[in-house]
Nanobody, 125 residues
Framework: QVQLEESGGGQVLTGGSLRLSCTAS????????MAWFRQAPGNKREFVAT????????YYADSVKGRFTISRDNANNMAYLQMNNLKPEDTAVYYC??????????????????WGRGTQVTVSS
């Protein structure tokens, strides 16, 4: 069982930055690919970014490429999402996901994965 808790959300103006954190309880954190998803009101949950267990591979949604950076600290069971140049369309609840397989599969596969409860990000113009 893995418990995840997101933090770092808030309200910022267009062009601002936020860093989201995800704290994991996993005993072998590096065994899990980590991913960030988001869900805006009325929309389906969508993929944002994912990172391999070692941290050596990262993948991003086209909508955030060049603005967001995913990273992890395996020594402290943490994953991060640095979000720069935020836009109003980035407004959503952001969730972290731990997946016991590779980062590419973590984009789509929901079998045996774990989710946090989410943190709200609001970007106003």
């Amino acid at each position: 069982q893995v418990q995840l808790e997101e933090s770092g959300g808030g309200q910022v103006l267009t062009g601002g930055s936020l860093r989201l954190s995800c704290t994991a309880s996993a005993s072998v954190f590096s065994a899990y690919a980590m991913a960030w998803f988001r869900q805006a009101p009325g929309n389906k949950r969508e993929f944002v970014a994912t990172i391999s267990g070692s941290g050596g591979s990262q993948y991003y949604a086209d909508s955030v490429k060049g603005r967001f950076t995913i990273s992890r600290d395996n020594a402290n069971n943490m994953a991060y999402l640095q979000m720069n140049n935020l836009k109003p369309e980035d407004t959503a609840v952001y969730y972290c996901k731990a997946a016991p397989f590779g980062p590419v599969q973590a984009m789509e596969d929901d079998e045996g994965v774990y989710w946090g409860r989410g943190t709200q990000v609001t970007v106003s113009s």
